[in-house]
C-alpha cells in the first residue's frame, strides 16, 4: 500500500526525543519522510536551553541531529506552535502517523505558602534565563543576596548550583548568554544550600561512573567525614564560595522579609524515613528549622502540559497515557521523551525511548494498522499555516541564526553569543 511505500510521518518537539524517533524511522524505513515541527524558531530543545553552558561535551549530540536534519527525507519547521499554529487533528489528517515529544514545559510548584513572593524563582526559569530560552530573558534575578537554597537535589539542583558559584570568568567561554554572564559578575551569592526531603542514599543526581548508587554514596560519606589533607583543608579555608547539602527537610513555607515584600528564608520541616526500599518515605518528626536566604529555588521537577484537547493527558502523572509509546485509544498517535516517560533521565535515556516508540510505529505500520492512501504531509500543513499567517523557519534558515550567533561570539573567545529574542531571529531570515 502507499503508506507502506511512502509513509508520511510528523514528530512534534524537535529536543532529543523528536530527533531520535526521526533518526529511528529514516534509519529503519528507506522511504520514510519525517517533518519535525518545533515551536521556537531554533532546534535541540533542552540541549540548546537546559544542559549547562559549561558541559560543551554533552551538546555534542546535536552534530548527530543536524546529520538527522541534512537527510533528504526529513525537514524541520521551526516556529510553529502545535495546538496553537495547528492542530492534532490537522497533523494526523495530513500525515499517516503523528509523534508527540514535546518534553515537559512547566515546573512542578511547591505548593507551599510565600512561593510567590519576589526572591522565589524555579529552577527552570533560572536555567531558560542563563541559556537564553526567550521566554526568560528577562528573568534577572536578584543575586545581591550572600545566602541561596535550592529547593531540590537533583541533577537540575547541582546544575544551578554550580553557574551561582562558578567564578563568572571561568564561564566566559561557554556558550551562556551575556546578559546572564553579567549578573553573575555582580553576584553576591557566597553560599548555597541544596535542600532535600529525603537522605544521602535516595538523592537523586547522577554520576559517570559504573555502579553509580555505590559509588555515588561513598563518594559523599568519604567527603563528609574523612579529614581533608593539608592542601585541600587550606583550599577550603580560602575559598570564598560555599555550598552545601542539607537531608531530611521538607519546605513548609517561605518566609516574608520584615516589610513582607521578599523571600527572607524558608522554614523547614526536618523529616526522617519510614518504609523500605521503592516505598521509602520521608515523614516529619515535628521539630522546624527556619534556613534564612534571599533568593529561592525551587528545583522540584519539570511537568508536561497538555498540548491538545483531542490528545488523553494524564494531569496527575504529567504524561501522556501510552503503552511503549502508543497512545492509548489513538491509533496513528505515538510519543516519546520526557512528555512519554515523566521528565526524568539523561539524553541516553531518552534515545533508547525514543527508537522504542520508532520501532512500534514502524511495527503498526508494517501490519497495516496506520491510515492507508497517500497523505499530503507537509503541503497541506504549509497551506494552513500560511493561510495563519505563521513563517516556518527551515533547518537551513536555522543555520543562517547560527552562523550569526557563531560570529558574534567570535572575538569574545564564547563558542557562539546566543541570540534570544524570536523577534530578532525572524528579522535576521527576513520573514
Ligand atoms: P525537550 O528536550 O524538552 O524537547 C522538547 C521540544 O519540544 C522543545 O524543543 C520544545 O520547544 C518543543 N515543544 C514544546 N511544546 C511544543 C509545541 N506545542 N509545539 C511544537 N514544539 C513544542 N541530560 C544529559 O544527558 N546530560 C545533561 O547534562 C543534562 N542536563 C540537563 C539540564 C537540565 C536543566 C535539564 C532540564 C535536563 C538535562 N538533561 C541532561 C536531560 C535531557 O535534557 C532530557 O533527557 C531530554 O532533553 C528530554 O528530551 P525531550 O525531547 O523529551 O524534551
Not at 524555579?122 to 550572600?146: K, M, Q, T
Not at 535515556?349 to 499530503?376: E, I, N, V, Y
Not at 552562523?403 to 527576513?430: C, F, I, S
Request: hydrophobic share 35%; net charge neutral; charged share 25%.
Amino acid at each position: 500500500s502507499t503508506q507502506e511505500k511512502t509513509p508520511q510521518i510528523c514528530v512534534v518537539g524537535s529536543g532529543p526525543a523528536g530527533f531520535y524517533t526521526a533518526q529511528h524511522l529514516l534509519k529503519q524505513h528507506p522511504q520514510a519522510h519525517v517533518d519535525i515541527y518545533e515551536k521556537q524558531p531554533v532546534p535541540f530543545g533542552l540541549v540548546r536551553f537546559g544542559v549547562a553552558p559549561d558541559h560543551p561535551e554533552v551538546k555534542n549530540v546535536i552534530n548527530t541531529f543536524t546529520q538527522t536534519a541534512h537527510s533528504g527525507r526529513c525537514a524541520f519547521w521551526g516556529n510553529v506552535e502545535v495546538g496553537r499554529d495547528v492542530t492534532v487533528p490537522e497533523l494526523r489528517e495530513a500525515y499517516h502517523a503523528v509523534v508527540l515529544s514535546y518534553g515537559a514545559e512547566d515546573h512542578r510548584a511547591l505548593e507551599i505558602p510565600g512561593e510567590e513572593l519576589p526572591g522565589v524563582c524555579s529552577a527552570r526559569a533560572f536555567v531558560g534565563w542563563y541559556n537564553g530560552l526567550p521566554e526568560n530573558r528577562e528573568l534577572e534575578p536578584d543575586l545581591s543576596c550572600d545566602t541561596a537554597v535550592i529547593l531540590g537535589q537533583g541533577n537540575v539542583a547541582l546544575d544551578v548550583a554550580r553557574i551561582l558559584l562558578t567564578p563568572p570568568e571561568h564561564l566566559e567561554r561557554t556558550d551562556i548568554t551575556k546578559a546572564a554572564l553579567g549578573v553573575l559578575r555582580q553576584s553576591q551569592v557566597k553560599t548555597v544550600w541544596l535542600v532535600g526531603r529525603r537522605g544521602p542514599l535516595q538523592v537523586a543526581f547522577t554520576i559517570k561512573v559504573p555502579r553509580p548508587r555505590k559509588r555515588l554514596t561513598e563518594l559523599l560519606l568519604r567527603t563528609a567525614t574523612e579529614k581533608p589533607g593539608p592542601e585541600e583543608a587550606a583550599r577550603r579555608a580560602s575559598a570564598s564560595r560555599a555550598w552545601g547539602l542539607r537531608f531530611f527537610r521538607s519546605p513548609q513555607q517561605v518566609l516574608p522579609s520584615p516589610d513582607g515584600r521578599r523571600a527572607a528564608g524558608v522554614r523547614l520541616a526536618v523529616t526522617r524515613l519510614e518504609g523500605v526500599g521503592e516505598a521509602t518515605r520521608a515523614v516529619p518528626t515535628g521539630d522546624m528549622e527556619d534556613l534564612p536566604c534571599g533568593l529561592v529555588l525551587s528545583s522540584v521537577g519539570y511537568k508536561s502540559r497538555p498540548v491538545d484537547p483531542s490528545v488523553p493527558f494524564d494531569s496527575k502523572l504529567g504524561v501522556i497515557p501510552n503503552v511503549e509509546g502508543r497512545v492509548m485509544d489513538v491509533p496513528g498517535l505515538y510519543c516519546s521523551g520526557w512528555v512519554k516517560r515523566g521528565p526524568t533521565g539523561v539524553i541516553a535515556t531518552t534515545m533508547t525511548d525514543s527508537f522504542l516508540t520508532g520501532q512500534m510505529l514502524l511495527q503498526d505500520l508494517k501490519a497495516g494498522l496506520l491510515p492507508s492512501g497517500p497523505r499530503p504531509g507537509y503541503a497541506a500543513i504549509q497551506a494552513l499555516l500560511s493561510s495563519r499567517g505563521v513563517r516556518p523557519v527551515s533547518f537551513s534558515d536555522w543555520e543562517k541564526l547560527d552562523a550569526e550567533e557563531v560570529a558574534r561570539g567570535q572575538g569574545t573567545g564564547k563558542p557562539r553569543e546566543k541570540l534570544v529574542d524570536p523577534q530578532e531571529m525572524l528579522r535576521l531570515l527576513g520573514h
